[in-house]
Nanobody
Framework: QVQLVESGGRMVQAGDSLRLSCAVS????????MGWFRQAPGKEREFVAA????????FYRVPVKGRFTISGDNAKSTLYLQMNSLKPEDTAVYYC???????????????????WGEGTLVTVSP
């Protein structure tokens, strides 16, 4: 059983940067494809970014491409999401996801993802 614990969410101002972390335990970090999803108030959960288990491939939602960077540290079993030039529309609860399938962690709503964290709130003020 894989456990995912996110951290790093807080309130920031538009234009600021923030790094989210997701600590993974219970299984080998590199065995899983990892992703970040987010859910804004009153909206459905949406895909943000993903990285393959071997780190060779990354995927991004178009509106965040060039601003967000996903990365993983195998030694620390930790997934990161570096978010730059934050906008108010980035406000959401951000969830870490893990699955053995790349398709699952790149799916638009994450409906096929096996493992989820509890989420961390990011609030971007104008």
């Amino acid at each position: 059983q894989v456990q995912l614990v996110e951290s790093g969410g807080r309130m920031v101002q538009a234009g600021d940067s923030l790094r989210l972390s997701c600590a993974v335990s219970g299984d080998t970090f590199s065995s899983y494809n990892m992703g970040w999803f987010r859910q804004a108030p009153g909206k459905e959960r949406e895909f943000v970014a993903a990285i393959s288990g071997n780190g060779a491939s990354t995927f991004y939602r178009v509106p965040v491409k060039g601003r967000f960077t996903i990365s993983g540290d195998n030694a620390k079993s930790t997934l990161y999401l570096q978010m730059n030039s934050l906008k108010p529309e980035d406000t959401a609860v951000y969830y870490c996801a893990a699955d053995r399938s790349v398709a699952a962690v790149t799916g638009s709503r994450g409906s096929r993802v096996d493992y989820w964290g509890e989420g961390t709130l990011v609030t971007v003020s104008p």
